[in-house]
């Protein structure tokens, strides 16, 4: 090979080099542009603190007496927290599932061993509104909207909602503390 020969290939390898490192810098701004653009969007889909914070409520039930109703805010929503009596519990477990329209027995809407308690969005399923608390013989709630009646287990007795009202996922984290929003296996 001659002299001139060799400065040709020379200079393909310095342009060869140069291809490659130009390349890999087009290829690493490009990943870095990518990046910058993925993570924001991939941030603005979790969950804000304000939306975690209110995720789950912790209540006091100390304050709670029996055969009352405490109302709490639990993402924006009112939750019934009642401390049943022994009567309101045997009426509940009475009540022939044969007669309701959403049959649902009163174990199922409340914890084994804390049947004293039961916990119930506090939102009608017909259309949304707030029922009110029935007192007296027959004690449960009703809607002033459109006249659904719920027994003293947010069961649907009559009117036009379709379905019982709703528990949410409760956890007692003591005997004198519920947590809604989770169940007591939900670690997140």
């Not at 927290?81 to 049959?103: F, G, H, S, V």
Request: a positive charge; one cysteine or more.
């Amino acid at each position: 090979m001659s002299v001139k020969e060799l400065s040709n290939v020379s200079i393909e390898n310095k342009e060869l080099k140069r291809r490659d490192f130009l390349g890999l810098t087009a290829l690493f701004m490009s990943i870095m542009g990518l990046f910058s653009f993925i993570y924001p969007l991939i941030k603005s889909l979790s969950p804000s603190a304000e939306v975690v914070a209110q995720s789950t409520v912790e209540v006091d039930l100390l304050e709670i007496k029996e055969g009352k109703t405490k109302v709490v805010k639990w993402q924006g929503k009112p939750v019934f927290i009642r401390r049943r009596t022994k009567e309101e519990i045997k009426e509940a477990q009475m009540i022939n599932l044969n007669d309701l329209r959403d049959p649902q027995t009163d174990q199922q809407r409340t914890h084994a061993g804390k049947e004293e308690w039961l916990i119930i969005l506090g939102i009608c399923t017909h259309l949304g509104c707030v029922p009110v608390e029935v007192e007296g013989e027959k004690k449960g709630w009703f809607c002033p909207c459109h006249g659904s009646k719920y027994d003293i287990s947010g069961r649907i007795l009559s009117g036009p909602a379709p379905i019982n009202l709703l528990v949410p996922d409760y956890y007692f984290s003591s005997n004198n503390t519920v947590v809604i929003g989770k169940k007591s296996g939900d670690f997140v």
